[in-house]
C-alpha cells in the first residue's frame, strides 16, 4: 500500500471560501459602527429619543447589515461557492447591498423587483454590476427568483425566509448588540421601547430575540404600514394573511407573512397611515437637516405615540428607532408634490400634528 492511497482529499472550494471569508471580514472590519443620534424635541421634557443611523453604512442603508449575514451563511453552508449565481426577490435597499458584496466576490447578481422600485435603487444595483428583473406585481418575486436561480444553477439567497436564521442574534455584533452597547453610559441605558418596521422581519427577530435573552425590560413595538400583511397576522395569529395590493412605502410592508417574522417576540405593533409615514419622514429630515426614507417615518411615527402615551402617564423614560435609509433615493416619490398628489396622499395633517407634538408635547 503506497503513501498515496493514505492522501486525504482536497476539497476544490475551500481556497475560495477561505478568501471570501476574508473580504467579507475586511469589509466589517473597513466599517465603524453606526451612530446612535440623539436629538432634542424641546415638546418632549424626560423623554430622550435615539436614532440608530444605519443609512451610513457603505450601500446606505440598514440592509448592509442583513446583506453580510446571508452572504456569511450562504459561504458556511456550502450554498455560495466560486462563480456561483446569486438571485434575490427584493424591494430594493437588500438588493442593492447584496450586489455590492456579489461585485467584492466577483460573483453575478441578479434582483429581482417589481417595476415600482425606485430608479435609485435600480441604478445603485446596476452600478455595483448587478442586473435588476422586474416584474409587475409584489407577489411575483418570490417564484421568478427561485426560478431563475434554478435555471442558473445558481443560488437563491431568500432574505424573507433566511434573514431571521442568517444573524447570530444572541451576540456577534448584530443590530441589538450595538444599540446596547451604546445606550449604556445613558442616562436610562434600557429604553422602554424599541420600535423598528418589519420587511423581512429579521430585525425585529433579532431584536426581540436579544431584550429576552439578555432579561431586559425593554419591549419591542413593530410599526407596520398600509397594505401589509403583518399587523393583521399579529392582532388574529393567522400567519396566512394576504395583502393583495402593493405597499407604498418601499423596504417595509408585505403582501405575505414573511418567515422571517416571530410574532412571539414582539410586545406590540401598531398600524402608521403611508401618508403619516411620510410626513413623520419629511419632520424628521428637516430636523436632522438631511433626508431620511419614508421606512424611517414609520418608525419616528410609531415612536412618537409612544412617547405621547409615556408623557399622558407621567413617565419619563427612553425610546430608540432605526434610521433605515437615507432619503435622496426617494426624490422623485416621497419627496416630490407631484407624486404625493398623484397618489392621493396628503401629508399636511400628520405633519402638523407632529410638529406640535415635537414642539408643545401635544399629540391630538
Given at each position: 500500500?503506497?503513501?498515496?492511497?493514505?492522501?486525504?482529499?482536497?476539497?476544490?472550494?475551500?481556497?475560495?471560501?477561505?478568501?471570501?471569508?476574508?473580504?467579507?471580514?475586511?469589509?466589517?472590519?473597513?466599517?465603524?459602527?453606526?451612530?446612535?443620534?440623539?436629538?432634542?424635541?424641546?415638546?418632549?421634557?424626560?423623554?430622550?429619543?435615539?436614532?440608530?443611523?444605519?443609512?451610513?453604512?457603505?450601500?446606505?442603508?440598514?440592509?448592509?447589515?442583513?446583506?453580510?449575514?446571508?452572504?456569511?451563511?450562504?459561504?458556511?453552508?456550502?450554498?455560495?461557492r466560486e462563480g456561483t449565481t446569486?438571485?434575490?426577490?427584493?424591494?430594493?435597499?437588500?438588493?442593492?447591498?447584496?450586489?455590492?458584496?456579489?461585485?467584492?466576490?466577483?460573483?453575478?447578481?441578479?434582483?429581482?423587483?417589481?417595476?415600482?422600485?425606485?430608479?435609485?435603487?435600480?441604478?445603485?444595483?446596476?452600478?455595483?454590476?448587478?442586473?435588476?428583473?422586474?416584474v409587475g406585481r409584489p407577489d411575483?418575486?418570490?417564484?421568478?427568483?427561485?426560478?431563475?436561480?434554478?435555471?442558473?444553477?445558481?443560488?437563491?439567497?431568500?432574505?424573507?425566509?433566511?434573514?431571521?436564521?442568517?444573524?447570530?442574534?444572541?451576540?456577534?455584533?448584530?443590530?441589538?448588540?450595538?444599540?446596547?452597547?451604546?445606550?449604556?453610559?445613558?442616562?436610562?441605558?434600557?429604553?422602554?421601547?424599541?420600535?423598528?418596521?418589519?420587511?423581512?422581519?429579521?430585525?425585529?427577530?433579532?431584536?426581540?430575540?436579544?431584550?429576552?435573552?439578555?432579561?431586559?425590560?425593554?419591549?419591542?413595538?413593530?410599526?407596520?404600514?398600509?397594505?401589509?400583511?403583518?399587523?393583521?397576522?399579529?392582532?388574529?395569529?393567522?400567519?396566512g394573511v394576504i395583502c393583495d395590493?402593493?405597499?407604498?412605502?418601499?423596504?417595509?410592508?408585505?403582501?405575505?407573512?414573511?418567515?422571517?417574522?416571530?410574532?412571539?417576540?414582539?410586545?406590540?405593533?401598531?398600524?402608521?397611515?403611508?401618508?403619516?409615514?411620510?410626513?413623520?419622514?419629511?419632520?424628521?429630515?428637516?430636523?436632522?437637516?438631511?433626508?431620511?426614507?419614508?421606512?424611517?417615518?414609520?418608525?419616528?411615527?410609531?415612536?412618537?405615540?409612544?412617547?405621547?402615551?409615556?408623557?399622558?402617564?407621567?413617565?419619563?423614560?427612553?425610546?430608540?428607532?432605526?434610521?433605515?435609509?437615507?432619503?435622496?433615493?426617494?426624490?422623485?416619490?416621497?419627496?416630490?408634490?407631484?407624486?404625493?398628489?398623484?397618489?392621493?396622499?396628503?401629508?399636511?395633517?400628520?405633519?402638523?400634528?407632529?410638529?406640535?407634538?415635537?414642539?408643545?408635547?401635544?399629540?391630538?
Amino acid at each position: 500500500m503506497t503513501t498515496d492511497e493514505f492522501a486525504l482529499p482536497e476539497c476544490a472550494d475551500r481556497g475560495w471560501t477561505r478568501r471570501a471569508i476574508e473580504i467579507l471580514q475586511g469589509d466589517r472590519h473597513r466599517s465603524a459602527d453606526t451612530h446612535l443620534l440623539k436629538p432634542v424635541f424641546k415638546g418632549l421634557p424626560g423623554i430622550s429619543v435615539y436614532l440608530k443611523d444605519e443609512s451610513t453604512h457603505p450601500t446606505g442603508s440598514l440592509k448592509h447589515r442583513l446583506a453580510h449575514s446571508l452572504f456569511l451563511y450562504g459561504i458556511c453552508n456550502g450554498k455560495i461557492r466560486e462563480g456561483t449565481t446569486l438571485v434575490e426577490a427584493s424591494s430594493g435597499s437588500t438588493a442593492v447591498s447584496e450586489a455590492y458584496f456579489a461585485q467584492l466576490l466577483g460573483l453575478p447578481f441578479v434582483a429581482v423587483m417589481t417595476r415600482s422600485t425606485s430608479p435609485a435603487k435600480i441604478e445603485a444595483i446596476e452600478r455595483f454590476g448587478g442586473r435588476c428583473h422586474l416584474v409587475g406585481r409584489p407577489d411575483e418575486v418570490y417564484g421568478v427568483a427561485a426560478r431563475l436561480a434554478q435555471e442558473a444553477g445558481g443560488h437563491y439567497l431568500d432574505q424573507f425566509t433566511n434573514a431571521e436564521r442568517a444573524t447570530d442574534w444572541r451576540g456577534n455584533n448584530n443590530i441589538a448588540v450595538s444599540i446596547f452597547e451604546q445606550m449604556r453610559q445613558e442616562p436610562h441605558p434600557v429604553p422602554d421601547w424599541i420600535v423598528m418596521s418589519a420587511g423581512t422581519g429579521g430585525t425585529s427577530a433579532t431584536l426581540g430575540r436579544y431584550i429576552r435573552y439578555r432579561n431586559l425590560d425593554t419591549r419591542l413595538c413593530v410599526a407596520d404600514v398600509e397594505f401589509s400583511a403583518f399587523y393583521d397576522a399579529f392582532m388574529t395569529g393567522d400567519m396566512g394573511v394576504i395583502c393583495d395590493r402593493p405597499s407604498r412605502i418601499e423596504g417595509v410592508g408585505r403582501p405575505r407573512v414573511e418567515p422571517s417574522f416571530i410574532p412571539g417576540v414582539i410586545d406590540h405593533m401598531m398600524r402608521v397611515p403611508d401618508a403619516a409615514s411620510i410626513a413623520a419622514a419629511h419632520v424628521l429630515s428637516e430636523r436632522l437637516f438631511r433626508r431620511v426614507g419614508a421606512s424611517t417615518g414609520t418608525n419616528f411615527h410609531a415612536l412618537c405615540r409612544l412617547a405621547a402615551g409615556m408623557m399622558r402617564e407621567g413617565r419619563e423614560g427612553a425610546l430608540v428607532t432605526v434610521i433605515c435609509d437615507g432619503g435622496d433615493r426617494y426624490a422623485g416619490t416621497y419627496y416630490d408634490p407631484d407624486w404625493l398628489a398623484a397618489q392621493g396622499i396628503d401629508i399636511a395633517p400628520h405633519r402638523a400634528r407632529l410638529e406640535q407634538f415635537l414642539d408643545t408635547g401635544e399629540f391630538r
